[in-house]
Structures are given as C-alpha cells and as structure tokens.
C-alpha cells in the first residue's frame, strides 16, 4: 500500500489555508490526478484491480471533510497541483451548517481521485450535466478521519443529488479497516447492519442548503439509493471522462488545472522542481484563526 502525507500552508479557517499531499518520499502530487483511483494500480500497472474478501474491488479515497466537522474542505480543481482548501462563497469561507439532529457531516466526506463528472456531458440517467468536480464519497465507518488522508474504500451504493441542475453523485462506501468492512458488502447491508443511517444520509442532502436560504436539494430516481454494480458503472464513466480531461492538448484559463507529475502521456506532466516551487510560494503554516460562533448554531425543521 502506498502511504501518502500532507503538508499544511496557510492559517486553518482562513482564505490562504492549503493542504498538499506529497509520497512518503516527499515528492508533491496532485490529489486529483496523481492518486490511482484503483488500489491495485498503485502495486503493478498491468494487474486486475486487488480484491478484497468478497471479490471487491478497492478504490481510493482522497478525505476533504472529517466527520463531525463544518467547514467545507474541497480539492480546489483550478489551482496548481490541487491542494485541499476551503470553498467560499460570496467572499465568505463556507461552513455548513447543523441540522439537527445531526452535527456537520455525518459520514467522512470526500472524492475519488481520476473521476470527473463532466459538466458537458448529460447523464442519460439523470438527464443532467456534471458538477465539475471528482465523483464525491461518503465513507460510512467508525473511524474519524483528518484532511488529506487516503483511504482504501469498498463501495456499497450510489445516491444521485441535483444540485442546482447539475448531477452529483454521492458514492456510499466503506473504509477497508473499519470493523464492519466484511459485513458491508451492499446497500441492503448498510440498511441491516447500520438502520437509519442511509434515512439519515438523504436528509441531510436534503436539508442541508436551506440554511442559506435554499430551497430543500432533489434527487434522481425519488431519493432511492442505487445498488454497488450501479455505483461502479458510474465511477469507470467518471474515471474516462478524467482520462480525457488530462489527455487534452491545451487548457484555458478558467478551466481545471491538470498538472501533475506521474502522468507520462499527460501534456501536463510537470518535474519535481516544478512541483515544489508551487508548495513553496504558498502562505507558511501558521495558528488556526478562530471560527465564528455561528458555526455551532443549531437548526431545526419542523415538517
């Protein structure tokens, strides 16, 4: 298993806060498209996917947002090697808010690296076009996790979120190392084995904008959580709309930044040196800066 760590830049809870990850060796990646999005392509190229006990198979996990947490952590996709930063929105940081009964995020949230769900490509189940970003994931387990971590997932499931007309998925999944991994082979084993937790899950997206005056999200297919070889389906179109991402030949400015630094084929391939020079103009780590009050702040519904 490759071990990955982080380098932290910046002020934690402010504008200038990164996280770069970097190979046990201390080589800077990008954790957008230098992480393998299959475990076993991190052992031999030209080997199947590993399998786990149940002929599953592993997919890595980038974590961006901690269970427990507020603050919206997110892979900055237009920034140089794709640190781990905070979202804003209208100048502001973005946190999400409390809805009780639940406290920030409820599972650890984050996304599959070489995924995109292309905004120019309309889903045929869905009828909607991606979101731009890396396919998200949900990982159901005990563990708290911290930012930048990589973890190897089973995936379970898939719930389809319209955000703002957009698709985004929301991939069910399993930390390997969890206690339960072995039991949780389905989405009908989350229902038995963890009652009320995928109840849970569809309310929180339902819910959880309407704090900043929104109305409440929509999902495809009525809310219904759809089974593992669904999921999988997804995440291989995701993963080849990805590959065509950084196989372009040239990019535009607005657009999603492909560096990276394993990617032989890739026109964006760039050195070590290169690379380090990006972590290296970035703010130097320092104190956290205090978070507003509001933070804490619980909401209620009544319906």
């Not at 060796?25 to 990008?30: Q, T």
């Not at 427990?68 to 929105?89: C, F, V």
């Not at 590959?243 to 990617?263: H, P, Y």
């Amino acid at each position: 298993m490759v071990h990955y760590l982080t380098e932290l830049r910046g002020r934690p809870n402010s504008t200038d806060y990164r996280v770069y990850l970097k190979t046990s060796d201390g080589k800077y990646i990008s954790p957008f498209h230098d992480i393998p999005l299959y475990v076993a392509d991190e052992q031999e190229c030209d080997v199947p996917p590993k399998k786990f006990k149940t002929n599953e198979i592993l997919f890595n996990m980038v974590v961006e947002v901690p269970r427990w947490s507020n603050a919206k952590m997110e892979i900055a996709t237009k920034e140089p090697l794709n640190p781990i930063k905070q979202d804003m929105k209208k100048g502001k940081l973005r946190y999400v808010a409390n809805i009780f009964p639940h406290k920030g995020y409820i599972w650890n949230y984050g996304a599959l690296p070489q995924t995109w769900e292309d905004p120019n490509h309309t889903d045929k189940e869905t009828m909607c076009c991606g979101d731009n970003d890396p396919i998200d994931v949900c990982e159901i387990g005990s563990k708290v996790c911290v930012i930048g971590q990589v973890i190897q997932v089973k995936v379970l499931g898939i719930l389809a979120l319209i955000d703002e007309g957009e698709t985004d998925w929301k991939v069910i999944a399993i930390n390997v190392e969890d206690p339960d991994a072995s039991s949780l082979n389905s989405i009908e084993d989350v229902r038995k084995i963890k009652p009320g937790h995928l109840e849970a899950t569809l309310d929180w997206f339902k819910k959880y904008k309407v704090p900043d005056g929104k109305p409440e999200n929509k999902f495809a297919f009525n809310g219904q959580f759809k089974d593992k070889d669904f999921a999988i389906e997804v995440i291989k179109s995701t993963h080849s709309y990805w590959k065509a991402l950084v196989m372009r030949k040239k990019m535009k400015g607005d657009e999603i930044v492909c560096q990276n630094t394993s990617l032989c084929e890739s026109p964006f391939k760039c050195g070590d040196a290169e690379a380090s020079a990006v972590v290296e103009a970035a703010a130097e780590y320092g104190e956290p800066l205090p978070v507003s009050s509001e933070v804490d702040k619980w909401h209620f519904f009544t319906k």
